[in-house]
């Protein structure tokens, strides 16, 4: 069965710091996908990034970047020079292959709660 | 805004109740998925449409139940309410069934009193 582990439950920083918001997975497949969902006080559901286990490139965009690796089933975020805005629940998710056309429901972390202060 | 939509936003009803949520996916995508977010259980994958038919079932109570329609909108009956299942229910869409992106809705917030 799949599972993904966010163990830190929640993370305070000042503004203009960096942070790293850890996430850990289990799958058997060979063939997943690898999300970040952020959540803000709004409580809507943000799509961030999505992974597939075939590419451990690391992504970078604006302040936001993704550390994929696969030796210790890791994807890891880092927000460079947080800000205010930034201050959300962050969630990874897991998503299995399956065979063409089969479901592909995303299995959740506990969600990782950012405060970032002035 | 993802392009999801969902009603209503808020509904606070009464144990034993029975009420419908709804959902309309994006332009174009054929799947439709339900979750469930509440504080004890965190976000579960309830059940999955594709195309008007079931594809997928999660950790879904027999007192729930789901559809989708021609026009690819579905909803998702909740009954026999229970305390328990106050929680933030999500719709999410997608192109197709296998692994795309999913795309969130904004939420419908119910409170079981």
């Known amino acids: 069965a799949q599972k993904v582990t966010q163990a830190q439950t929640e993370i305070s920083v000042v503004e203009k710091e960096d942070v790293t918001l850890d996430c850990v997975y289990e799958?058997?497949?060979?063939?997943?996908?690898l999300f970040w969902y952020k959540q803000p006080p709004s409580g809507e559901l943000v799509f961030l990034i999505r992974?597939?286990?075939?590419?451990?490139q690391n992504e970078i965009s604006g302040r936001y970047s993704w550390n994929f690796q696969k030796s210790t089933s890791s994807f890891n975020f880092t927000i460079t020079a947080s800000q205010v805005v930034d201050s959300a629940v962050y969630f990874c998710?897991?998503?299995?292959?399956?065979?063409?056309?089969?479901?592909?429901?995303?299995?959740f972390g506990t969600g990782t709660r950012l405060q970032v202060t002035l | 805004d993802s392009g999801v939509t969902q009603t209503p936003k808020h509904l606070i009803t009464a144990t034993g109740q029975r009420v419908t949520l709804r959902c309309s996916p994006r332009?174009?995508?054929?799947?439709v998925y339900w979750y469930q977010q509440s504080l004890d259980q965190g976000l579960q994958f309830l059940i999955q449409?594709?195309?008007?038919?079931?594809?997928a079932k999660g950790n879904i109570l027999e007192r729930f139940s789901a559809q989708q329609f021609p026009d690819l909108h579905s909803e998702l009956n909740l009954s026999s309410l229970e305390l328990g299942d106050s929680a933030l229910y999500f719709c999410?869409?997608?192109?197709?069934?296998?692994?795309?992106?999913?795309?969130f809705g904004p939420g419908t917030r119910l409170l079981v009193l």
């Open positions: 799958t058997r497949d060979t063939t997943y996908y």
């Open positions: 332009s174009g995508d054929l799947s």
């Open positions: 998710a897991l998503s299995e292959a399956g065979y063409t056309g089969t479901a592909s429901k995303l299995t």
């Open positions: 999410a869409s997608s192109p197709w069934a296998a692994t795309e992106t999913q795309y």
């Open positions: 449409y594709y195309n008007g038919e079931e594809r």
């Open positions: 992974r597939n286990s075939f590419d451990e």
